[in-house]
T-cell receptor
Framework: KQEVTQIPAALSVPEGENLVLNCSFT??????LQWFRQDPGKGLTSLLL?????REQTSGRLNASLDKSSGRSTLYIAASQPGDSATYLC?????????????FGKGTKLSVKP | NAGVTQTPKFQVLKTGQSMTLQCAQD?????MYWYRQDPGMGLRLIYY???????DKGEVPNGYNVSRLNKREFSLRLESAAPSQTSVYFC?????????????FGQGTRLTVV
């Protein structure tokens, strides 16, 4: 059964720092991996989708990498800002269970201090 | 710019009451999903609809029913609400099953059953 783990569960950094969020998955037979952002009391906003054939995907100050063989993905945030404070979730499709089911990690809660 | 719209945003029910959560998407997506999010449990799939006219159970379907009314709308019904169904419910959609394409989420419905 696919399991997704995100470490650390919480992270606090000063404004301007570059940071890396980690996501690991147990079954490397994935077609893609998606990163989301969730603000308190809000829904999930899609940040980046990396296909299994890709190794990196970039959007603005965000860069996500994928290493299927090691079961890992990282989300790099450059020059962090207080507005980046949110919970970041990664998710992979689960083919062993319901079709179309996304398996989510429990998230990393990021706090960027001014 | 609506994307995925859920109604209502908040709801309080008494045990045994019934209600329907509504979801509509304007992106012409084929697949739609209902998830619930609980502290410590993360997001779990309740039901999904891979395409108009089809619905399937997800990880936690007990106590729920769904209707794919048309391509745009996918509703979730609680026939007899229980306190264990207190949760935040998210509707999502994607162009194809999530193994291939990006998923987009609504803002959530916060349900409390007393």
């Amino acid at each position: 059964k696919q399991e997704v783990t995100q470490i650390p569960a919480a992270l606090s950094v000063p404004e301007g720092e570059n940071l890396v969020l980690n996501c690991s998955f147990t079954d490397s037979a994935i077609y893609n991996l998606q990163w989301f952002r969730q603000d308190p009391g809000k829904g999930l906003t899609s940040l980046l989708l990396i296909q299994s054939s890709q190794r990196e995907q970039t959007s603005g100050r965000l860069n996500a990498s994928l290493d299927k063989s090691s079961g890992r993905s990282t989300l790099y945030i450059a020059a962090s800002q207080p507005g980046d404070s949110a919970t970041y979730l990664c998710a992979v499709p689960n083919y062993g269970g319901s079709q179309g089911n996304l398996i989510f990690g429990k998230g990393t809660k990021l706090s960027v201090k001014p | 710019n609506a994307g995925v719209t859920q109604t209502p945003k908040f709801q309080v029910l008494k045990t045994g009451q019934s209600m329907t959560l509504q979801c509509a998407q304007d992106m012409n997506h084929n697949s739609m999903y209902w998830y619930r999010q609980d502290p410590g449990m993360g997001l779990r799939l309740i039901y999904y609809s891979a395409s108009e006219g089809t619905t399937d159970k997800g990880e936690v379907p007990n106590g729920y029913n769904v209707s794919r009314l048309n391509k745009r709308e996918f509703s979730l019904r609680l026939e007899s609400a229980a306190p264990s169904q207190t949760s935040v419910y998210f509707c999502a959609s994607s162009e194809a099953p999530v193994g291939n394409t990006e998923a987009f989420f609504g803002q959530g419905t916060r349900l409390t059953v007393v």
